[in-house]
């Protein structure tokens, strides 16, 4: 039997990026996927059902509580109320921009993305898994949840957070068997570096190839692969981790060590 057989699983903001990667490492282990993203999932869901998994996609705007219970509703019954694992992927970069140029909208959507967002898929959820007794979830936080960086306040701000909701969380649902972890990747490769560094050259007037290099220079000398983070969440999901919550890893390349 495959690791995952038996086992359901939401992924938010698996349209694209890691969370596709995180759900197709999961249908490829027997996993039946939902996806959550407020783009179109379909393709993404196209894909899953491709490696033989039993997947569906919901279109959701994590930062809308309404969309958020009746996506959750609708998974829940997709998945005959049995949610064994939550994955909190979906996240927004914000702009590049200093704190004291910062709009408060663009402080407020970050946060109410990054935190309110998986707050409020998580409060849906948990009820699901409270009542079975049983449960993982795994917060998607970032190495600038360890760390400041220049130009980002509010993004580095919103994953500070989700290390307090994660410990917080993982208090208040050990009595329920549900386990609460987070992971904390440094840049990962894909589609959004190249943006994120484009971003960044732009706002701090660095030469493109100066950004790429200084992202990249850390004690591995590269960036995370989205399977490298898929293996980290898989195992704090499995047997393997289970004395593990309320812990938060870094998937660095070094770059962190506390
Ligand atoms: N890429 C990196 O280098 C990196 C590093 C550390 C942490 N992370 C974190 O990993 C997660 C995934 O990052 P990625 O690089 O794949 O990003 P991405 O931008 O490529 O994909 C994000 C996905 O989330 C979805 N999404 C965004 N806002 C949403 C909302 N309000 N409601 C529902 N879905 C929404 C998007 O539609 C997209 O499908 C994020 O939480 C990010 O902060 C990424």
């Keep these: 039997m495959r690791r995952f057989e038996t086992k359901n699983v939401i992924v938010t903001g698996a349209a694209m990026g890691l969370g596709k990667s995180l759900a197709e490492q999961f249908a490829a282990e027997g996993a039946r996927l939902v996806v959550l993203d407020r783009q179109d999932p379909a393709a993404a869901v196209q894909d899953l059902r491709r490696l033989g998994a039993t997947a569906d996609g919901l279109s959701c705007d994590i930062a809308v509580e309404k969309d958020v219970t009746k996506a959750v509703a609708d998974a829940a019954q997709l998945l005959d109320g049995k949610i064994d694992i939550l994955i909190n992927n979906a996240g927004f970069n914000g702009k590049a921009q200093l704190l004291q140029d910062m709009k408060l909208e663009d402080w407020d ?3 109410r993305v990054n935190l309110t967002g998986t707050m409020l898929v998580t409060r849906e959820v948990s009820h ?3 009542a079975r007794k049983s449960g993982r979830i795994i917060n998607i936080a970032s190495n600038v949840a360890r760390r400041g960086l220049p130009f980002r ?4 701000s919103s994953k500070w957070a989700l290390i307090g909701l994660t410990q917080t969380l993982a208090l208040e649902l050990v009595e329920h068997g ?5 992971v904390c990747p440094g840049p990962i490769e894909g589609e959004r570096i190249g943006q994120l560094v484009r971003m960044h050259s732009e706002a701090e007037g660095v030469d493109l190839a100066a950004v790429h290099k200084a992202w990249e220079d850390v004690p591995m000398k590269r960036f995370i692969r989205p399977e490298e983070v898929a293996n980290v969440v898989k ?3 499995g047997e393997e981790s289970s004395a593990m919550t309320g812990q938060a890893l ?3 390349g070094g770059m962190i060590m506390t």
């Design 178 to 182: 549900i386990r609460v972890n987070a």
């Design 153 to 156: 306040a509010d993004y580095v």
């Design 235 to 237: 195992f704090l999901c």
């Design 128 to 130: 699901h898994m409270i």
């Design 250 to 252: 870094n998937i660095t």
């Design 109 to 111: 959507y970050t946060l």
